[in-house]
Nanobody, 124 residues
Framework: QVQLVESGGGLVQAGGSQRLSCLYS????????MGWFRQGPGKEREFVAAITWSDSTTYYADSVKGRFAISRDHAKNTMYLQMNDLKPEDTAVYYCAASGRRAPLTTPKNYDYWGQGTQVTVSS
């Protein structure tokens, strides 16, 4: 069974940094595009960042561009989200996801597998 497990969430002060990790359990996902989404209190799930498997092309939401960086390590079956200059509005549950559809990566419905999420809370 495919599993994606996020880690690295927690409480951080505004202006601080945090790195999230997503470990995926099956080597078959090494050829999947992957992404990070987040869902804040009372909000819909929104796109944060994505990375393609073929050439590691990256995509970012405008709200995080220049502050967040997505990367992946194929050898470790792990994807990362480095978050810098965090703001209170970044508070959310962060989910990693994998897509084998070669479809636009900013849309949640184009993803096949999801992790359970990790809470990130940014205090002001």
């Amino acid at each position: 069974q495919v599993q994606l497990v996020e880690s690295g969430g927690g409480l951080v002060q505004a202006g601080g940094s945090q790195r999230l990790s997503c470990l995926y359990s099956r080597r078959a996902l090494s050829n999947y595009d992957m992404g990070w989404f987040r869902q804040g209190p009372g909000k819909e799930r929104e796109f944060v960042a994505a990375i393609t498997w073929s050439d590691s092309t990256t995509y970012y939401a405008d709200s995080v561009k220049g502050r967040f960086a997505i990367s992946r390590d194929h050898a470790k079956n792990t994807m990362y989200l480095q978050m810098n200059d965090l703001k209170p509005e970044d508070t959310a549950v962060y989910y990693c996801a994998a897509s084998g559809r070669r479809a636009p990566l900013t849309t949640p419905k184009n993803y096949d597998y999801w992790g359970q999420g990790t809470q990130v809370t940014v205090s002001s």
